[in-house]
């Protein structure tokens, strides 16, 4: 997509997508830092700030979807409605990257968040790993593909989304048996600070998938080596 940043490009092929999308009335600029975070940690990876489709109803940056009168009754319609052009963006990024899903990452503040949370309804995997900033689902989600997982990350004090919807979503996520973990950051507003870059990292190199989890354990109760 046009004015998105390539934040790192390694050499070679790269083992891992990672795809940053903003939020209204924002660019790809504003999430640089996080990607040059990233970079550090995941050499080996193709990280892309992407530049939303539209101009924003606000007077400035981009957006997803418009916000404009927007109501819970119809943020789902105005979501589903961009999910093709959004789904399209992340399926060029993984062709023009050769990385295929479980490899890629979508990393999205506020309404770049709702993007990447709701994309994890649609029945095929789109990416193994999903972080959403200050986010939410449009609606009370079901549970995504099994071969993804969900890492929520909200202020407690953000008053442009309120951390509940976090709160709520995950914890309806894992009654559904989903992989999903959920942190909810004392004094954060709707910004993403060093905490929150640093709990980022923390998800993204410290937690062992669910499904990978599963697979320990059954090797071990068959009493065989699990698989590589």
Do not use: C
């Amino acid at each position: 997509m046009s004015e998105s940043i390539v934040v790192q490009r390694p050499e070679g092929a790269p083992k891992q997508l990672m795809l940053l999308l903003h939020g209204v009335g924002a660019t790809p600029q504003g999430l640089v830092p996080l990607g040059q975070r990233l970079a550090h940690e995941f050499p080996g990876a193709l990280i892309v700030s992407v530049r939303a489709p539209h101009a924003s109803d606000l007077g400035q940056g981009y957006q997803w979807f418009s916000v404009r009168g927007i109501t819970e009754e119809d943020r789902p319609a105005r979501v589903a409605e961009a999910m093709p052009a959004f789904v399209a963006m992340v399926h060029d990024w993984q062709r023009q990257s050769g990385v295929g899903p479980e490899a890629t990452a979508l990393i999205g503040f506020s309404q770049g968040a709702i993007m990447s949370l709701e994309a994890t309804q649609r029945p095929e995997l789109l990416a193994g790993r999903v972080v959403a900033l200050s986010g939410r689902f449009a609606a009370l989600p079901q549970a995504p593909h099994p071969h993804t997982t969900i890492h929520m990350l909200h202020g407690k004090n953000d008053a442009v989304i309120h951390y509940g919807y976090t709160v709520t979503g995950a914890e309806h996520l894992i009654s559904l048996g989903a992989d999903v973990t959920a942190d909810v950051i004392p004094f954060l507003g709707h910004e993403i600070n060093e905490g929150v870059v640093d709990t980022v990292m923390e998800r993204l190199l410290g937690h062992l998938p669910k499904r990978h989890w599963e697979d320990v354990q059954r090797a071990a109760e068959a009493g065989e080596a699990p698989a590589e």
